[in-house]
């Protein structure tokens, strides 16, 4: 199986999230964005969930599915006995969408974007590739060891079918299919070529093949339409030829000639079908609208109309439109800066081939910057001058009501003595709440961008959020930082037990070979002396070892402890009523 993009975005099919998947060495992070009638200016910017996987587990692919409940109904009936024996059945799901992951570790994730959580987790025998939510909304479609394909229930996890192919070919893409007049199964399935196969009673199955034409690829991707579930759209890799198929009709193959090869989704529009007419949306170098009608003399349809993306200013920058956003009477263009989705409303209007949609784009500084907020940065380095808690309250209250922002950030760098910031930020739960919301803005903001920074502005935060963390918390202008905060904090303790271990590593290093520049041998010293050097040597080197894992031991005990108090700080609200 091919393997999937750093970066890939998915709309789920009621139009409501976006899912953004971030796939990096050592992030695996899902972004979630609502897209439905609330989508706003905001909301093109803020997730309203993320969930961030472990660095080793890896996706392998996903799919959106919206459970049919009266499915769970029938399911649980049926699991009744066995979860009896087996254990408790998962959790119900809500009707809402979710997004199914599967994992290389064979696992299988539902998270839920409406709740921003990992709502069921479960175990396969295999890898499952190429996963398709099924026609019945309540099961879930997979590739296993690229030769057979299996159905499993979204509600026990349970394998429902397997079907292994004919000959045993390999499968790149499978698209299972509803029929309401057969009780046999049928499964189209993708790879150098389509078939549709049907699995019934009989051990053989029956195989269809659909003819292909100017393609001598893979089929990596099988779309159904929306208005009529027998009509398919099969893409091939690196290909710019989308064929079009009647699942009843095999002598049915209608062509679309995309702008170009790299053709980053597809899929037909939800009002697509007037009479035998259609429309499918692909989005590749422009963004590629057809109109056509099923015939079966092969015919090749160019696009009906081209949407391209303009920069702007920025004319050397090009971009493309990943995705497009089907809205009542409008289109919204979905397009990546970096690993950042992006949102443009676009309409079309009149009779044009060709629409333009002008971009508000600024290129990003691609050299390291310095983190700054409105102007102000946070200084390299400082020279610490604890003063007393009267003095520093009163330079903290004048730099605040100034407006002096850089003056309180080097007021907190340079004042690391954790009792006096305990009683000094005590003192402003007696003057102007803005002075106190200010601060909190200020250092929260740094600490997020860089919390496994040590430095004394991770103790001041920690006494705000100990001491006033609930009136924070009543603010809702403030609901930003403290999700900004958490997000950095939580980036920050995962990312800890790496340069710890690797710290240790460096040191127990540095000690080894420090052993071996002092080591001296004398061939005209006795043998009795030779051995009393040797065990000299080795206990030394066991020293230092055991000297380098206790700096490394007491590091570690004191930015968790930090980080932690933060994290507590912002959910322990009896402890901040007592200090308060």
Same mark, same amino acid.
């Given at each position: 199986?091919?393997?999937?993009?750093? #970066? %890939?975005?998915?709309?789920?099919?009621?139009?409501?999230?976006?899912?953004?998947? @971030?796939?990096?060495?050592?992030?695996?992070?899902?972004?979630?964005?609502?897209?439905?009638?609330?989508?706003?200016?905001?909301?093109?910017?803020?997730?309203?969930?993320?969930?961030?996987?472990?660095?080793?587990?890896?996706?392998?692919?996903?799919?959106? #599915?919206?459970?049919?409940?009266?499915?769970?109904?029938?399911?649980?009936?049926?699991?009744?006995?066995?979860?009896?024996?087996?254990?408790?059945?998962?959790?119900?799901?809500?009707?809402? !969408?979710?997004?199914? %992951?599967?994992?290389?570790?064979?696992?299988?994730?539902?998270?839920?974007?409406?709740?921003?959580?990992?709502?069921?987790?479960?175990?396969?025998? &295999?890898?499952?590739?190429?996963? #398709?939510?099924?026609?019945?909304?309540?099961?879930?479609?997979?590739?296993?060891?690229?030769?057979?394909?299996?159905?499993?229930?979204?509600?026990?996890?349970?394998?429902?079918?397997?079907?292994?192919?004919?000959?045993?070919?390999? #499968?790149?893409?499978?698209?299972?299919?509803?029929?309401?007049?057969?009780?046999?199964?049928?499964?189209? @399935?993708?790879?150098?070529?389509?078939?549709?196969?049907?699995?019934?009673?009989?051990?053989?199955?029956?195989?269809?093949?659909? !003819?292909?034409?100017?393609? &001598?690829?893979?089929?990596? /991707?099988?779309?159904?339409?929306?208005?009529?579930?027998?009509?398919?759209?099969?893409?091939?890799? $690196? /290909?710019?030829?989308?064929?079009?198929?009647?699942?009843?009709?095999?002598?049915?193959?209608?062509?679309?000639?995309?702008?170009?090869?790299?053709?980053?989704?597809?899929?037909?529009?939800?009002?697509?079908?007037?009479?035998?007419?259609?429309?499918?949306?692909?989005?590749?170098?422009?963004?590629?609208?057809?109109?056509?009608?099923?015939? =079966?003399?092969?015919?090749?349809?160019?696009?009906?109309?081209?949407?391209?993306?303009?920069?702007?200013?920025?004319?050397?920058?090009?971009?493309?439109?990943?995705?497009?956003?089907?809205?009542?009477?409008?289109?919204?263009?979905?397009?990546?800066?970096?690993?950042?989705?992006?949102?443009?409303?676009?309409?079309?209007?009149?009779?044009?081939?060709?629409?333009?949609?002008?971009?508000?784009?600024?290129?990003?500084?691609?050299?390291? %910057?310095?983190?700054?907020?409105? *102007? @102000?940065?946070?200084?390299? /380095?400082?020279?610490?001058?604890? @003063?007393?808690?009267?003095?520093?309250?009163?330079?903290?209250?004048?730099?605040?009501?100034?407006? $002096?922002?850089?003056?309180?950030?080097?007021?907190?760098?340079?004042?690391?003595? +954790?009792?006096?910031?305990?009683?000094?930020?005590?003192?402003?739960?007696? %003057? $102007?709440?803005?002075?106190?919301?200010?601060?909190?803005?200020?250092?929260?903001?740094?600490?997020?961008?860089?919390?496994?920074?040590?430095?004394?502005?991770?103790?001041?935060?920690?006494?705000?959020?100990?001491?006033? *963390?609930?009136?924070?918390?009543?603010? !809702?202008?403030?609901? +930003?930082?403290?999700?900004?905060?958490?997000?950095?904090?939580?980036? =920050?303790?995962?990312?800890?037990?790496?340069?710890?271990?690797?710290?240790?590593?460096?040191?127990?290093?540095?000690?080894?070979?420090?052993?071996?520049?002092?080591?001296?041998?004398?061939?005209?010293?006795?043998?009795?002396?030779?051995?009393?050097?040797?065990?000299?040597?080795?206990?030394?080197?066991?020293?230092?070892?055991?000297?380098?894992?206790?700096?490394?031991?007491?590091?570690?005990?004191?930015?968790?402890?930090?980080?932690?108090?933060?994290?507590?700080?912002?959910?322990?609200?009896? /402890?901040?009523?007592?200090?308060?």
């Amino acid at each position: 199986m091919s393997t999937m993009k750093e #970066v %890939v975005g998915s709309l789920d099919p009621t139009n409501t999230y976006y899912a953004n998947i @971030i796939l990096k060495s050592g992030r695996n992070e899902l972004q979630f964005y609502q897209v439905d009638g609330s989508f706003s200016e905001k909301s093109r910017t803020t997730t309203i969930s993320r969930i961030e996987l472990q660095s080793d587990e890896k996706i392998c692919s996903f799919c959106w #599915v919206v459970p049919n409940l009266s499915q769970e109904n029938s399911t649980r009936r049926r699991s009744k006995r066995k979860a009896a024996s087996d254990g408790p059945v998962s959790p119900s799901l809500d009707s809402t !969408p979710n997004l199914v %992951v599967s994992l290389e570790n064979s696992d299988i994730l539902f998270i839920s974007p409406s709740r921003g959580t990992i709502t069921q987790r479960f175990t396969y025998s &295999n890898p499952l590739f190429g996963i #398709v939510s099924g026609s019945d909304d309540g099961s879930i479609w997979g590739i296993a060891n690229s030769t057979f394909v299996v159905q499993i229930s979204i509600f026990n996890g349970e394998e429902t079918r397997r079907y292994t192919l004919p000959n045993k070919q390999k #499968v790149r893409s499978i698209l299972p299919i509803e029929d309401a007049q057969s009780s046999a199964q049928k499964v189209a @399935i993708g790879s150098k070529g389509l078939q549709v196969v049907e699995f019934g009673r009989s051990k053989k199955a029956k195989v269809i093949d659909f !003819p292909q034409k100017n393609i &001598n690829k893979e089929f990596h /991707s099988i779309i159904r339409s929306s208005s009529d579930p027998n009509i398919v759209a099969a893409i091939a890799e $690196d /290909s710019d030829v989308i064929s079009i198929y009647d699942l009843n009709n095999p002598e049915v193959l209608t062509l679309l000639q995309a702008s170009s090869s790299n053709i980053e989704s597809a899929h037909f529009m939800k009002n697509s079908s007037s009479g035998d007419g259609y429309t499918l949306v692909a989005c590749n170098i422009t963004t590629d609208f057809f109109s056509f009608k099923l015939s =079966g003399d092969q015919a090749i349809v160019s696009p009906t109309l081209k949407v391209k993306a303009n920069a702007g200013s920025s004319s050397n920058v090009n971009i493309a439109f990943s995705d497009i956003i089907e809205k009542e009477d409008e289109f919204i263009g979905v397009w990546y800066d970096k690993f950042e989705p992006k949102f443009t409303n676009f309409v079309l209007e009149g009779n044009s081939k060709e629409v333009n949609v002008d971009i508000n784009y600024e290129k990003k500084n691609n050299e390291i %910057v310095e983190q700054k907020r409105n *102007g @102000i940065a946070v200084p390299q /380095s400082i020279q610490i001058k604890n @003063i007393s808690v009267k003095e520093l309250y009163e330079k903290l209250n004048s730099s605040l009501n100034s407006e $002096d922002d850089q003056e309180t950030l080097n007021i907190c760098h340079s004042n690391d003595n +954790e009792e006096n910031i305990k009683d000094t930020v005590k003192m402003f739960s007696k %003057v $102007d709440d803005q002075c106190l919301l200010k601060l909190f803005d200020i250092i929260s903001f740094h600490v997020s961008n860089n919390p496994s920074k040590n430095s004394s502005l991770a103790v001041w935060l920690k006494w705000i959020l100990l001491i006033h *963390g609930r009136f924070i918390a009543e603010f !809702p202008n403030q609901n +930003e930082n403290l999700r900004r905060l958490s997000e950095g904090l939580s980036d =920050g303790m995962k990312l800890m037990p790496r340069l710890l271990t690797l710290k240790g590593r460096l040191q127990l290093l540095q000690t080894q070979i420090s052993i071996r520049k002092n080591e001296t041998f004398s061939d005209d010293a006795a043998e009795d002396e030779e051995q009393v050097v040797e065990v000299n040597d080795i206990h030394q080197s066991s020293n230092n070892q055991s000297s380098a894992y206790d700096e490394v031991d007491a590091e570690a005990y004191s930015v968790s402890d930090i980080a932690n108090d933060n994290l507590a700080g912002t959910s322990d609200n009896e /402890s901040m009523d007592e200090d308060e």
